[in-house]
T-cell receptor, first 116, second 116 residues
Framework: AQTVTQSQPEMSVQEAETVTLSCTYD???????LFWYKQPPSRQMILVIRQEAYKQQNATENRFSVNFQKAAKSFSLKISDSQLGDTAMYFCAWGPSYNAGNMLTFGGGTRLMVKP | DTGVSQDPRHKITKRGQNVTFRCDPISEHNRLYWYRQTLGQGPEFLTY????????KSRLLSDRFSAERPKGSFSTLEIQRTEQGDSAMYLC??????????????FGQGTRLTVV
């Protein structure tokens, strides 16, 4: 069975600064997907970024980028130029290579607060 | 398209009663997922449909739980003889066919169940 661990229950960052959220996972699969999802208060889960394990290049989406270390089973999320709207729960998730990886195993989440 | 829709948004029920939730996925999405999220935790996968076929069920889905997607469009999740431990947010997600970019799962806002 797969496990996903987020070791930082809460983090805070000043507006416009950079923050990195950590995630480690365990799997015996060689190919899979990794995701970061954002869940704002009382709103639905939104995909932030997706990484396919067979791709060595780290995924980026505007201010969001990942550091994917397959051998170390580490998948951290860097948020640059943090904005107040980035305040949310962030979940790291693992998905199998089939079904576009959407049967997800989630970590416990990191609550991020962006301070003005 | 307004995204994934879930109904009701909130449900309070007495222990022992049956409840049913509905999920309407994005119209062209053939894949549908149910997750359960307890307070302060990451979502846990419950079950997956491709069209009308239920292809995966988690061990979390006890005999009291049943899910259907009769015509490959909307889905229902029924919980019989509810217990206080069933109190959680029930999330539905949908995704399109294929495995490439754009096949990520989109989540609804969830149904919050409180068993008293």
């Amino acid at each position: 069975a797969q496990t996903v661990t987020q070791s930082q229950p809460e983090m805070s960052v000043q507006e416009a600064e950079t923050v990195t959220l950590s995630c480690t996972y365990d799997t015996s699969e060689s190919n899979y997907y990794l995701f970061w999802y954002k869940q704002p208060p009382s709103r639905q889960m939104i995909l932030v970024i997706r990484q396919e394990a067979y791709k060595q290049q780290n995924a980026t989406e505007n201010r969001f980028s990942v550091n994917f270390q397959k051998a170390a089973k580490s998948f951290s999320l860097k948020i640059s130029d943090s904005q107040l709207g980035d305040t949310a729960m962030y979940f790291c998730a693992w998905g199998p290579s089939y079904n576009a990886g959407n049967m997800l195993t989630f970590g416990g989440g990191t609550r991020l607060m962006v301070k003005p | 398209d307004t995204g994934v829709s879930q109904d009701p948004r909130h449900k309070i029920t007495k222990r022992g009663q049956n409840v049913t939730f509905r999920c309407d996925p994005i119209s062209e999405h053939n894949r549908l997922y149910w997750y359960r999220q307890t307070l302060g935790q990451g979502p846990e996968f419950l079950t997956y449909f491709q069209n009308e076929a239920q292809l995966e069920k988690s061990r979390l889905l006890s005999d009291r739980f049943s899910a259907e997607r009769p015509k490959g469009s909307f889905s229902t999740l029924e919980i019989q003889r509810t217990e206080q431990g069933d109190s959680a947010m029930y999330l539905c997600a949908s995704s399109g066919p294929g495995t490439g970019v754009g096949t990520e799962a989109f989540f609804g806002q969830g149904t919050r169940l409180t068993v008293v």
